[in-house]
């Protein structure tokens, strides 16, 4: 069973281990040379289709020296609310716990949960509440955000979310099945954000 283990683990320790990251990837797009040679062959009247990498930008490259702002893109599903800000710092509520972002940080991809997202901008500081998404930040300095769901934070009417923390409060202390316990401790968790990004 194992007499060809001893051949895969000195090709394994031969082999170049790992992809190198895609920072130190060349920023041109490539085309698709092999599938547009196969289709030329196939159908040699018809242009060829482009393929989704050539719909993409051509990524910046990464800076020799750090720079000294942050560009950050802040997008939702429905709108950009962020495009291009230059920023000095980006906090954002990761399941891991409150993450801060300076020019220059390491390349991180991090899971959002409810909570405060602020961009600071010398003393300008935008605050939004999101609900969830996902966090890239680029070698490059770059960060793109991405929330199901965001709201600036002086659009939160702090009544209506202590009127939603003691309703759902009280479903989940009367629920009885397991679903609409489930549904119920999703909405104090949320409430419980929002009150938190409130109060600050």
């Known amino acids: 069973m194992f007499r ?7 090709r394994a320790s031969t082999m170049r281990l790992g992809r190198p990251f895609s920072t130190v990837l060349p920023a ?5 040379s092999n599938f547009v040679e196969a289709w030329r062959k196939a159908i040699p009247n ?10 993409m930008a051509t990524r910046p490259t ?10 950050v893109n802040f997008v939702l599903p429905y709108s950009s609310e962020l495009s ?3 920023a000095d710092m980006v906090i954002f509520p990761a399941t891991t716990g409150q993450m801060g972002v300076l020019p220059g940080h390491v390349a991180t991809i991090a899971e959002l ?3 405060l997202l602020s961009v600071h901008e010398g003393n300008d500081v935008s605050k939004y509440f999101v609900s969830g998404g996902f ?6 300095s770059f960060a793109d955000i991405i929330a199901v769901e965001a709201v600036p934070l002086d659009r939160i009417d702090p009544n209506l979310v202590q009127k939603g923390l003691t309703d759902f ?11 609409e316990k489930a549904e119920a401790q999703i909405g104090v968790d949320v409430h419980s954000a929002l009150n938190a990004a409130l109060t600050g």
């Open 28 to 32: 041109e797009a490539s085309a698709d």
């Open 135 to 140: 966090a890239f930040v680029h070698a490059n």
């Open 113 to 115: 949960k409810p909570g």
């Open 169 to 179: 409060t009280q479903k989940l202390n009367t629920a009885s099945t397991d679903v």
């Open 4 to 10: 060809h283990g001893s051949r895969y683990l000195s």
């Open 46 to 55: 018809i242009e060829p289709p482009r393929t989704p990498s050539a719909f």
């Open 62 to 71: 990464t800076p020799s020296s750090i720079p000294s702002k942050l560009t």
């Open 84 to 86: 291009g800000k230059e």
